[in-house]
T-cell receptor, first 113, second 113 residues
Framework: SQTIHQWPATLVQPVGSPLSLECTVEGTSNPNLYWYRQAAGRGLQLLFYSVGIGQISSEVPQNLSASRPQDRQFILSSKKLLLSDSGFYLC????????????FGPGTRLTVL | SQQGEEDPQALSIQEGENATMNCSYKTSINNLQWYRQNSGRGLVHLILIRSNEREKHSGRLRVTLDTSKKSSSLLITASRAADTASYFCATGLNSGGYQKVTFGTGTKLQVIP
């Protein structure tokens, strides 16, 4: 069966510090991978998606970047965090070719102080 | 902008009652999905209904889709305290080998024992 992991679960970082959040998927090959951000009490905003290694698409301009160094690894990064980067970050995967359901990781709660 | 808008934003009912949540969207879709999120957790996929379907059931869940009105509803019958969570609709649109999923702002459901 497939599983998706995210870490860390929680993170408190000062403004201006770097960020690296990691997401890995097990039990599948060549998944589509997604990063979402959820502000408090709000819906999800798609940040990045990837259909393959090294292929990253950005949905919104921002202070963040994403990379996919391996087939089942998706990393969200920032060189300098802003207060507005605080939120709940969710990684998700699904299979391409018309399979629609997305499966979400447990999320990382980021607080920038 | 959010594709899906849920209504109501918050709903409080007694255990055993039915809960109905509505979702409206603006553009064409391939499918519409409903997810559940317990506080501070990742999202769990509940049910997916394709654009050529009108109704779908899964256990105590019933989803309807009216593409002419660009709306969907989620009915939870015989609610339980454990159903307390936020519920999100998400529209899916296949685009270039991956599925773009756009989430609404969610309905916060409280089931009172």
């Amino acid at each position: 069966s497939q599983t998706i992991h995210q870490w860390p679960a929680t993170l408190v970082q000062p403004v201006g510090s770097p960020l690296s959040l990691e997401c890995t998927v097990e039990g599948t090959s060549n998944p589509n991978l997604y990063w979402y951000r959820q502000a408090a009490g709000r819906g999800l905003q798609l940040l990045f998606y990837s259909v393959g290694i090294g292929q990253i698409s950005s949905e919104v301009p921002q202070n963040l970047s994403a990379s996919r160094p391996q087939d089942r690894q998706f990393i969200l990064s920032s060189k300098k965090l802003l207060l507005s980067d605080s939120g709940f970050y969710l990684c998700a995967w699904n299979m391409g070719g018309g399979t629609d359901t997305q499966y979400f990781g447990p999320g990382t709660r980021l607080t920038v102080l | 902008s959010q594709q899906g808008e849920e209504d109501p934003q918050a709903l409080s009912i007694q255990e055993g009652e039915n809960a109905t949540m509505n979702c409206s969207y603006k553009t064409s879709i391939n499918n519409l999905q409903w997810y559940r999120q317990n506080s501070g957790r990742g999202l769990v996929h509940l049910i997916l209904i394709r654009s050529n379907e009108r109704e779908k059931h899964s256990g105590r869940l019933r989803v309807t889709l009216d593409t002419s009105k660009k709306s969907s509803s989620l009915l939870i019958t015989a609610s339980r305290a454990a159903d307390t969570a936020s519920y999100f609709c998400a529209t899916g649109l296949n685009s270039g080998g991956y599925q773009k999923v756009t989430f609404g702002t969610g309905t916060k459901l409280q089931v009172i024992p």
